[in-house]
């Protein structure tokens, strides 16, 4: 058992409201701070891309319980929706019958959670900023400005779960051997709305995942409980096709119009949205240590902020509980042996989800209107379906297991390496589910 | 002809002062501020490494006409002496006949540079503290103390030149599309000392850069005006030998015995510069953008730390300053397009003496005792010897050029992946001043 701590978590965010539910549920006194308002009493920015809950996510909710109620508000997704400029509508299944992942609305989520945490008796600090922190001591300094005058909120551990632009991290980052950096992609996103019918239910079909693939940008949509889908228009700030070049109605529309035709129908305030909603920009940030002795530890964006690509920002934070948690019970009082553990394994497996997430930008807005790789998934999926021992696809690693994410990375470069080879047989159009190429990825896989 | 401007530059060191020269001599408003008391009034540090000019940071001085002043403060090396573990010593020379890099000892120079910028006309502000910068309105902010009051400095144009650490560029990260990284290296270093003979004569070979190669870690040492050496020591913080496990006297004596036993004699002070001298970090730190609108630009340091292994820290400077400079006359007073210019011409340039720098470290403290390595060497100079037109070596290209440095790391991986070739021969060690080897190498570069 756990001699109680008082913990102070920065950030009431979803990675930092489930780590106050466990940290709690151990026993300790925890205090979560916010700098934002309460999300449960103010309406949601207009700048969030919809959640989506997988297996690590969801092992993360199920080892304390709350899984089952987290599930009630998300809608599965077993597939991508692919919408081509002409108009023709394909499909593609993410996993084996019955494999879903699950769209949740960031801010709907985030309120429930918080719900759950305050009911497990964690104590909400709003409206609190913090400014700075001392590590070696677990003090937080907050105040109305940043130059103004500040008090001082001493604790045993500082959690840093306040995001990419975390402050904890940001004095970390003034230590001496404190790897950081910080990179911003040259594509932004907008947030854009499909309403519901008069009758609440959804416009398209609720259990896709809807893309639009255009090359250098995309749209993309995930179902909302309420029969809205929140759309998520992803492009360069500048050049060709960019949002520089959107800057008026006209353009706006017509852009639309030639691009994404169908979508005049499900779009209605597609003017308004536009020009109200911010274009978003989305970043890379990296970090090593994510702790300081047995006092701080970053955890989830504020360690490892990744795009959104593959779907697993959120996942990607749960899993840190996941692991902080089992350390936790492992190693009882030594704090600082769990918070070097707990570093030392995620950092491999938070650099791979990222290094993933940046590769499936270009899977998502080239290749799923690209017929070769369209025909290399059907042949994968075909051998996994009758060799489920020898090969799972890298999505289903990713998405539908546990494998820790950078062995999933290494498999996957090496069974891409081996479809590299059988899309190279001749006629592999015509022989993809032969006898021949099944010989051939066995022969290749020894 | 340009219009004055009020120009503040943050920090006093080698860029900061020269930078300041180049603009007071265009008819600028210069002002020079530092946080540390003035150099010329305080003994220096104890962590420093001796700088070495070469032919980039000569371009600099010579354009402004300070290249003879700095040369007499200078001593030539022309070439590496390698001193082995079993006492046996050899040389390779840097260059062709003639050609030589230049040793300076940092506070001898940095004094010299502050007086000559004083002669010239800049203001200097020492003991400052810089806190902050209003990128927008180029002021800075300046106090005691950080959370203390703060007063405004308001220019038309800052720059910052305040090193690896800038607070510069430390606002400039808080931007969006900021791209940011400091990595810290496994090795740190030490200063030590070879002091002169009683004549004031220096005890080992003036003019060379003295190298005790050990693979993991080495010593080094470079020569002073005034007979003494000015030694580093590079080793891993951690691990076999560690500078972790340097913690008392007598593994360190034990230490310099078994690894740099000829040493002895002229290291006297060991143990108390050892123990008294900081253990100090070495970092890469890059960013992008480097300007903000017209009002701010980073050079040196401040916008691309590099490690020191291929004494270029201070030259990749200065030749910031010679683009910097070409660009201003070339541009008059659009200061917007000036520093757009700058920026992007500078760097690709300062990514690759960074990645040049980090290779640097293996070929000195392993490669330089390497048979293998040294052939290739003495067969490139052997080449390029026959055929200057044909072929310059690496090291001369970075340092005895004025070549873009990104140009001079892609052709040098294009002649390391020749040479790789060239070494396969069987019984290169008997040919390599071969006819053979020569048509190969010709053949090879078609």
Redesign the interface.
């Known amino acids: 058992m756990q001699t109680p701590q008082r913990i102070a978590i920065v950030g009431s965010g979803l990675v930092g409201t489930l780590l106050a539910i466990y940290l709690k549920k151990q026993g300790h006194t925890v205090h979560v701070y916010d700098r934002s308002a309460d999300i449960r009493t103010v309406e949601f920015s207009g700048r969030s891309i919809n959640l989506v809950m997988s297996d690590r996510g969801w092992k993360a909710l199920a080892d304390i319980g709350l899984d089952e109620e987290i599930r009630r508000i998300g809608i599965p997704v077993d597939k991508r929706a692919i919408h081509m400029k002409d108009g023709n509508l394909t499909y593609q299944n993410y996993g084996k019958e019955g494999e879903a992942i699950f769209s949740l609305s960031r801010g709907v989520l985030n309120r429930k959670m918080i719900d759950l945490a305050e009911a497990a008796g964690v104590e909400f600090f709003f409206e609190y900023r913090i400014w700075d922190v001392t590590l070696a001591e677990a003090t937080l300094h907050i105040g109305e400005t940043e130059?103004g005058p500040?008090s001082d909120l001493k604790y045993d551990k500082v959690f840093g779960a306040d995001g990419a632009f975390s402050r904890i991290r940001h004095r970390m980052?003034r230590q001496?051997?404190?790897?950081?950096?910080?990179?911003?992609m040259k594509i932004g996103y907008k947030e854009l709305h499909i309403p519901a019918n008069p009758d609440g239910s959804h416009k398209i079909d609720k259990n896709s995942l809807h893309i639009w693939p255009r090359g250098n940008f995309m749209l993309m949509a995930l179902a909302n409980l309420d029969g809205t889908f929140t759309c998520t228009l992803f492009m360069p700030?500048e050049g060709e096709n960019s949002f520089e070049q959107l800057n008026n109605e006209t353009a706006l529309v017509n852009f639309f119009a030639e691009y994404f035709p169908d979508t005049a129908a499900v779009i209605p305030d597609l003017v308004s949205d536009f020009f109200k909603n911010p274009t978003s920009?989305l970043a890379i940030m990296k970090c090593y240590p994510w702790t300081f002795e047995d006092k701080v530890a970053l955890i989830g964006d504020s360690a490892h902020a990744i795009v959104p690509f593959y779907g697993h920002g959120m996942n990607a934070g749960f899993e840190d509980i996941t692991v902080l948690n089992q350390l936790i019970e492992e190693l009882g009082d030594d704090w600082k042996a769990i918070f070097r553990a707990y570093e030392k394994s995620r950092k491999p497996n938070a650099d791979a989800i990222a290094e993933l997430s940046r590769r499936n930008f270009v899977e998502m807005s080239t290749k799923t209107a690209d017929a070769n790789f369209l025909l290399q998934k059907k042949i994968e999926k075909w051998f996994s379906d009758k060799h489920p021992d020898k090969w799972m696809p890298l999505y289903s690693r990713v998405t539908f297991s546990l494998q820790p994410y950078s062995e999933a990375l290494a498999i996957g470069d090496y069974q891409n390496a081996i479809m590299e080879e059988v899309m190279k047989l001749p006629n592999i159009e015509e022989i993809w589910n032969s006898p021949e190429v099944e010989e051939k990825i066995i022969a290749l896989l020894q």
Do not use: G, N, R, T
Request: hydrophobic letters at 35%; zero cysteines; proline letters at 0%.
């Open positions: 130059k500040w980052q001496s051997m404190f790897d950081y950096s910080q990179e911003f700030f920009y």
